[in-house]
């Protein structure tokens, strides 16, 4: 994307930012204008020399075929995202920038690391999904994790004059491209993007494209251009304390160690953890510092964490990112656990809001309540209506656990809402 070739962009899908990128993008020089391609939106695209599209947009869309058939040259957000980041020089805030993305554990992984980098003595910002961090103190703004919400928190870290050592960015399906180092975080509970034509994680693995030759990537398993893997740690784990040996390449050449932990949470953030210690060993950090962040880790606010409540222990992973596969997985892990009275175990599920994304799907909810034993059912939603005690809201549904639970109960939240 340049001036010479692309003076005519069209922008689509202005819920995810496409008005803020089109409005950037005639800041740089460009005459771009933004689009709702939902609800039978459309214009003719004869004349653009340029579409900008999310990797999400579905393939019927009129202009991506009107794109195809003329031969107009397709940007996904990712891609416009960077080329505005760095038309604006957005990208020079920080000493080293960090991106972290995945299917599972983005916003888990990018907090840990956080904390990792602020113990070991640097300065940094964080853009997450939970909100804009400075040093771990929340600057009280809140930016979407589509690519146009990183511009925004650049832009915001600008006016506040942050200088810092390290720059992370949660971003949702795949990097942008301005990172020295990024990290994919999982590819598993994959989910359909693109009307269900794309799978979240083979997109997110063509994003790897996006990033400079000399970008350090950090991925699950081996891919052509990883740098370090899960298959760097060697792992051990008794059912309360995680042992981790790692050697990875660093930003400086290699660093080693091993780190030791009281993480009873582990099997639920495994992912997270994993990724967590490789990308801060990545960056150079010691094993005291990353140890010390996962020494009784029992998760983030606005992510899984454990909460006691009226003597009640509250397992709250109530969030837009809440899937019902983590619900199995919870439950399977419980299950296991020969400490653990399933006859106690009270669970919360179903969708507090109407228009989040990649929506729990009543069947699918209904075959894993089926398939777990534990003592009540609430759910949350109309269309969760057909199982269980049902509420409209999320805190309705707690009121109603905690009333009809009992002190020493586990109440399992995976209700899906923005928190």
Known sequence: MNHRDCREILVLDTVHGGDILAERLNQVGHEARALHPYDGESTDLTGYDALVS????????????????????VYTH??????????????????????????????????LLMRMLVGEGYDVAAHTSNGL????????????????????ALEKAGELDLDVDFWLSEVSIGFIGIADLASLTSTKEDYLIADETKKASETKKRSFGNLDEDCLL??????????????????????????????VRSLDGVNSGEIDAYLPL??????????????????????????????????VPGRMQTLEI???????????????????????????????DMDRVVVLV???????????????????????????????????????VNFDGVDEALDHALEKSSPGDILLNFVKAFR
């Open 54 to 73: 999310p990797v999400h947009m579905y393939p019927g869309c009129s202009e991506l075929r009107q794109a195809r058939e003329q031969g107009v040259p």
């Open 78 to 111: 990712h891609q416009a995202t960077r080329y505005i980041i760095k038309s604006f020089n957005l990208d020079t805030l920080a000493g080293c920038t960090i991106e972290v993305t995945g299917t599972v554990g983005k916003t888990t992984t990018t907090l």
């Open 133 to 152: 961090y400075h040093n771990q103190d929340d600057l009280g703004r809140q930016y979407s994790v589509a690519p146009y919400g990183t511009i925004l």
């Open 218 to 247: 950090n991925t699950p398993r081996e891919t052509s251009r990883s740098t370090n893997t899960h298959g760097d740690l060697e792992t051990g784990f008794d059912g309360e304390n995680l042992a981790i040996e790692y050697k």
């Open 266 to 299: 582990y099997p639920y953030f495994r992912d997270s953890v994993r990724m967590a210690v490789i990308t801060a060993a990545s960056l150079g950090c010691s094993q005291q510092a990353i140890s010390d962040v996962l020494d009784g880790f029992t998760g």
């Open 310 to 340: 009226e003597g009640r222990t509250l397992v709250d992973n109530s969030c837009a990112g809440t899937r019902v596969s983590s619900l199995d997985k919870y439950l399977s892990m419980l299950e296991d656990d020969p400490s653990v």
């Open 350 to 388: 179903g969708e507090d809001q109407e228009n989040i994304c990649e929506e729990m799907d009543p069947g699918r909810v209904k075959s894993v309540v089926e398939r777990h034993r534990f003592s009540r059912l609430i759910t949350v939603g109309r269309k969760h209506r057909d199982i269980g």
